[in-house]
Nanobody, 127 residues
Framework: QVQLVESGGGLVQAGGSLRLSCAASGGTFSSYGMGWFRRAPGKERDYVAANSWSGRTYYADSVKGRFTISRDNAKNTVYLQMNSLKPEDPAIYYC?????????????????????WGQGTQVTVSS
């Protein structure tokens, strides 16, 4: 059983930066595809970014060029560096792990592709 714990959320001014971390335990982290999703109040959970087991990265159009997903297999941790934060970015951010990250450029966009989820971390952006 894989456990995921997010951290790094908080309050930041518009235009600022935050780095979210997601620490994994209980599985073979290096073999998993990892993703970040977010849920804003009153909205559905949205895809943000994905990272296949081989390190390939993929992004939602809304965050491309501003957010960067990366992983450190030695630390069993995936990161989401968020720059140039906008008023539309506040949400609870969730990391997720997928046992199968083949065809992740497409499959990584869908929550159903992931078996394990963290509890989420809140990101708030002040204007």
């Amino acid at each position: 059983q894989v456990q995921l714990v997010e951290s790094g959320g908080g309050l930041v001014q518009a235009g600022g930066s935050l780095r979210l971390s997601c620490a994994a335990s209980g599985g073979t982290f290096s073999s998993y595809g990892m993703g970040w999703f977010r849920r804003a109040p009153g909205k559905e959970r949205d895809y943000v970014a994905a990272n296949s087991w081989s390190g390939r990265t993929y992004y939602a159009d809304s965050v491309k060029g501003r957010f960067t997903i990366s992983r450190d297999n030695a630390k069993n941790t995936v990161y989401l560096q968020m720059n140039s934060l906008k008023p539309e970015d506040p949400a609870i951010y969730y990391c997720a792990a997928a046992r199968n990250s083949h065809y992740f450029s497409e499959r990584g966009k869908y929550a159903a592709s992931y078996e394990y989820w963290g509890q989420g971390t809140q990101v708030t952006v002040s204007s």
